[in-house]
């Protein structure tokens, strides 16, 4: 194989394996012969063999493969995401094989290597008893433990009790019982997934009490060494600043749509152009300040693991949400996002400095991945004026729409289904409940129901199937297969959620409720929504400067992971035929 640079393969024009299952198509683009863009220095055998002591995670909320795949290339060659390439292995698209492409179904799909159906881990939210969301974490035999606080306070936490596999962390704290885990996110189904259900400290977001919280479940009091970094002070501090542009010029040269583009939204009194001030902890969550706090809090932890972990494995898991809520509000060709881009790739190479002070530059390895992508804002696909719809073009790679988009109501769509409310409990996207009553309705007339359901949707092609929990497979299709009946099949599950999936057709999407009527979501099974990138760094374990051209199984992650730790991978794997990512091929590194 010729000789290729990373830079130049990032803009190549990749061949489509649409419809080619992944036993086939993980096929290594770089074979023995290639070329890295910036070689890893000669490492002895007996060093390569050995693994880091440190892993670092890091989720980017809603980081689609198609964003990374159009935008990195335009971040500083001293940014974050620039090193990671250099250094590592890029997975272009990292493939989930559930189509209810959430955060929670996301990060728990990563960090145990199984699907929702597996894992009990179908949905973000449930209907809770008063008939509310509520998240599908939460457990009324936890309180919630604010940092700062005395002890546990008087509200309901969330823990794993939901979840029917082990994690990663899991799996590290069994083989080695003395590894030190930290998992960090503004959310409790971005943080909970990656601490595993023995972390040595794992914080989220409370918007109410405006401080970062773990709960009894894994700890009575937030470490002292971390307080200073989570409590309330720490988190007005984050978001005291208002958000200005980093540079004007670069967004309005990198983003297609105006700064007032139609259909972003005002949450929270923000407004919809720069300059941004947030009034809350939870509107700071959709600025670059949430990520900002979190990329502290994780350098501290590492601070805290360097003088504790005396030679033991360290798993720093962190998620970064703001990503995501930037993207729901402002949508994802917006300056917002642009800008949140920007920020981050500055904030992660600070992080990874951090860690080379630490750790040594050879002693931590990094993955990088999304837990689900992002779907344009409905206004420029109806507009027909992205990139991706302009004549001429070649149909879109990543599946987005052109000239169709919309967004649910699930409130009103409850209301149209069932007025009295004496079947339909209520709809928690993306599933419709029923009560009790419609619970016992007999066979034929529960089909009828689904119908109707359907029959709601059938002039507006917003829903492409609605699927009966109760009459899911008993098994799905291998991992192999990627139509819509396996995809909605390996996300459903009898025992947990709802009654009925509404599985969005391609541009559409439940409205995210931060501002209603405005900003985008995802959750979909189209590619937009359902590949992410990869990025693995680990020096003289995984090559440096190479790109992986074919669609990859979500499971890589959790397997390389578990391989990066020395350890036996979560159980759910044993099944899996994804790749390890740090035994490819042999390849010819240029010095």
């Not at 920007?342 to 750790?359: N, Q, W």
């Not at 409850?414 to 599933?431: N, S, W």
């Not at 959620?497 to 099974?525: C, I, K, M, Q």
Request: aromatic share 6%.
């Amino acid at each position: 194989m010729r000789a290729m640079s990373a830079d130049k393969m990032r803009g190549r024009v990749f061949r489509s394996t649409r419809g080619r299952g992944w036993a086939s198509v993980v096929t290594f683009a770089l074979l023995a012969g290639c070329k890295a863009q910036s070689p890893a220095p000669a490492t002895p055998a007996s060093a390569a063999a050995a693994p880091p002591l440190w892993l670092v995670t890091i989720v980017v909320d809603q980081m689609a493969a198609w964003m990374a795949d159009e935008r990195w290339n335009a971040l500083p060659s001293d940014g974050g995401f620039a090193r990671l390439l250099r250094e590592g292995t890029y997975v272009r698209e990292l493939r989930f094989a559930h189509s209810n492409t959430e955060t929670a179904p996301g990060h728990s799909a990563l960090y145990t290597g199984v699907a929702p159906r597996v894992s009990g881990i179908v949905a973000n939210d449930v209907l809770g008893p008063d008939g509310k969301k509520a998240s599908s974490l939460l457990d009324a035999n936890t309180r919630l433990v604010p940092a700062g606080a005395a002890g546990p306070i008087d509200r309901r936490g969330s823990s794993l009790a939901a979840l029917k596999v082990d994690t990663l962390a899991d799996a590290l704290v069994a083989a080695r019982p003395g590894a030190e885990v930290y998992s960090l996110s503004l959310k409790d189904r971005g943080a909970l997934f990656g601490g595993g259900r023995h972390p040595k400290l794992v914080l989220w977001l409370d918007t109410e009490g405006g401080t970062l919280v773990t709960s009894t479940a894994f700890a009575q009091a937030v470490p002292a060494w971390a307080t200073p970094f989570a409590d309330g002070a720490a988190v007005a501090r984050a978001f005291a600043q208002p958000w200005e542009p980093l540079d004007a010029g670069w967004l309005a040269a990198q983003s297609a749509t105006r700064d007032d583009q139609e259909g972003e939204g005002d949450y929270q009194g923000m407004g919809t152009t720069f300059p941004h001030r947030a009034p809350s902890a939870k509107a700071m969550r959709a600025t670059p300040a949430g990520d900002r706090l979190l990329l502290e809090l994780a350098r501290a932890a590492a601070a805290h693991a360097a003088e504790t972990a005396a030679g033991r494995p360290v798993l720093i898991a962190l998620s970064l949400s703001s990503h995501d809520y930037v993207n729901h509000v402002f949508g994802p060709g917006s300056w917002e996002s642009w800008d949140e881009l920007r920020r981050l790739d500055r904030g992660l190479a600070e992080l990874l400095a951090a860690l080379d002070t630490l750790a040594g530059p050879g002693g931590y390895a990094v993955m990088l991945t999304g837990d689900h992508g992002s779907n344009p804002l409905p206004e420029i696909e109806r507009s027909g004026k992205a990139a991706w719809c302009r004549s001429g073009a070649a149909a879109d790679y990543w599946q987005r729409a052109c000239g169709r988009g919309s967004r649910l109501n699930a409130a009103d769509i409850a209301r149209k289904l069932d007025e009295p409310r004496t079947l339909i409990a209520g709809v928690i996207d993306p599933f419709v409940y029923l009560t009790d009553r419609g619970r016992a309705l007999p066979p034929a007339e529960r089909e009828a129901l689904r119908k109707k359901i359907e029959a709601l949707f059938a002039a507006s092609g917003d829903i492409a199937q609605v699927v009966d929990v109760r009459a899911a497979p008993a098994t799905c299709p291998p991992s192999s297969e990627e139509s819509l009946a396996a995809l909605t099949c390996r996300s459903v599950r009898l025992d947990q959620a709802g009654d009925f999936y509404l599985v969005a057709a391609p541009g559409t999407f439940f409205d995210p409720d931060l501002a209603e009527g405005r900003g985008t979501n995802h959750g979909s099974p189209y590619l937009y929504d359902r590949a992410v990138p990869l990025i693995v760094r680990a020096p003289g374990r995984v090559p440096a400067g190479m790109t992986v051209t074919q669609p990859t199984s979500f499971a890589t992650f959790a397997r390389t992971a578990a391989s990066l730790l020395a350890i036996p991978e979560p159980r759910g794997l044993a099944d899996s035929d994804a790749p390890d990512l740090t035994k490819l091929p042999p390849m010819q590194l240029a010095h």
